[in-house]
Nanobody, 122 residues
Framework: QVQLVESGGGLVQAGGSLRLSCAAS???????????MGWFRQAPGKERQFVSS????????VYTDSVKGRFTISRDNAKRTVYLQMNSLKPEDTAVYYC????????????WGQGTQVTVSS
């Protein structure tokens, strides 16, 4: 089993920045570097939404359109940690942010963190 713990959420004014971290622990028999890591978010009354993901091998990244140019995902395999740098935050970015891990052999994310709240005030 892999446990994911997010941190770094908080309250910030519009235009500000936050950096989320997600630390992985435990063991699934596969190295952390083999997992595709993703960030999702869920705003009140809305469905969970994909935000970004990163592959380990070539560090290729994917972003949902609404965060392109403002958010940057990165990972440190030695620390088993994935980050989400969020700049130019907007009130509509307010949500609970979740970290998730997916094996390259899976079609869905296998492991999820408990989430961290991000609130952007106008």
């Amino acid at each position: 089993q892999v446990q994911l713990v997010e941190s770094g959420g908080g309250l910030v004014q519009a235009g500000g920045s936050l950096r989320l971290s997600c630390a992985a622990s435990g063991s699934s028999g596969r190295p952390f570097s083999s997992y595709i890591m993703g960030w999702f978010r869920q705003a009140p009354g809305k469905e969970r939404q994909f935000v970004s993901s990163i592959v380990s091998g070539d560090a290729s990244t994917v972003y949902t359109d609404s965060v392109k140019g403002r958010f940057t995902i990165s990972r440190d395999n030695a620390k088993r940690t994935v980050y989400l740098q969020m700049n130019s935050l907007k009130p509509e970015d307010t949500a609970v942010y979740y970290c998730a891990a997916r094996s390259i052999f899976s079609t869905a994310y296998d492991y999820w963190g408990q989430g961290t709240q991000v609130t952007v005030s106008s």
